[in-house]
């Protein structure tokens, strides 16, 4: 029985790391014409509404994307952040009287991964998304393949393996699980194995949250051990680790990363740092060698 629902987590500080490095992979991959497959095995809701009763009652979008909208000018020289407010300039657009930029207070709704990878899908590329919750994956469906990709109810770990290889040349594999229960990061690291297995050539991103418990640390074991393409670990500490209950931060797992793309998650990362207080940092490594 699923209970994890984004909502309550939509838009905030770890979403914003996890979808900045989302986009900056995705526009680095699409420096070359070949197609591409997008899949994204934990979907979500494909959008959420700010307003609503999950968002406001943890408020986690107001240490994230709410914190990042009064920083605008500063950010968006860089063309993944100028991206990033195109989108959600659009998602906004009926708050803002249509092409107008949104401000703090406007901001309304925020992407989630269908919508991000929805918006800089090319003609050529294909995107398939999964969703397991039932009623998450019923909202997911409303909106269209336009918006989110294709739509398969089910479980994202063993259906993306049903679908490799692509036909398409290249693929790229979002895995952004709930970690709701204790077998989630031994699974996540068998999949990823197995999509690598059968692909060679996949960029495979896996998030993970960082807590006092430090149970990602089975899932970087297995990952170092298994497997022997370059991996790149960044991670975003968006406060101290205490001990604590909650999360402390965030990290995404890269694996076969567009060259440089730790310079790029760096340029991205580092002018919101001061925004999160004198403890936070971004850690960037190789998990295994390039
Ligand atoms: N990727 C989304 C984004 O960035 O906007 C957020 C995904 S959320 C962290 C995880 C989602 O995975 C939840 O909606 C949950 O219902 C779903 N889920 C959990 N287990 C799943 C599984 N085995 N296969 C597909 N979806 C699953």
Redesign the pocket.
């Known amino acids: 029985m ?1 209970s ?3 909502g309550y ?2 838009g905030n500080a770890a ?1 914003i790391h ?2 900045l490095t ?1 986009i900056a992979v995705i526009k680095r991959l699409q420096a070359k014409e070949s197609a591409i497959h997008y899949f ?7 959008h ?1 509404d700010l307003t609503d009763a999950q968002a406001q009652k943890t408020g986690e979008f107001t240490a994230g994307v709410a914190r990042m909208v009064p920083l605008r000018d500063t950010l968006i020289p860089n063309s993944v952040w100028a991206e990033f407010f195109a989108a959600l300039d659009s998602a906004n657009a009926e708050e803002t009287n249509r092409g107008q930029l949104i401000n703090a207070k406007q901001l309304r709704f925020y ?6 990878v929805s918006r800089l899908r090319r003609a050529q590329d294909r995107h398939t998304v ?4 039932p009623a ?1 994956h019923d909202v997911l469906s409303t909106y269209g393949e336009q918006q989110t990709g294709r739509v398969v109810y ?6 993306v393996l049903k679908l490799l290889p692509p036909k398409t040349p290249r693929l790229l594999v ?1 895995i ?3 970690y ?1 229960n204790k077998t ?1 990061y031994d ?1 996540v690291a068998a999949a990823a194995i197995k999509v690598l297995q059968r692909c060679r050539h996949a960029v495979v991103l896996i ?1 993970y949250p960082l807590l006092p418990a430090a149970k990602h640390e089975a899932l970087l074991e297995q990952i170092r051990t298994e497997v022997a393409l370059p991996v790149l670990q960044s991670e975003f500490h968006y406060q101290a680790n205490t001990g604590e209950r909650g999360m402390y931060g965030a990290g995404m797992l890269i694996v076969n990363p567009p060259w440089q793309l730790e310079n790029n998650i760096a340029e991205l990362m580092q002018p919101i740092l001061p925004e999160y207080g004198e403890a936070a940092k971004l850690a960037q490594s190789w998990l295994v060698a390039e």
């Open positions: 699923l994890y629902q984004h987590h939509a979403d996890k979808h989302l994204d095995t934990h979907a979500g809701k494909g959420y992407p989630g991964s269908p919508g991000w999964f969703e397991l919750h998450e089910g479980d994202g770990l063993q259906g979002l952004d699980p709930a709701e989630e699974d998030w």
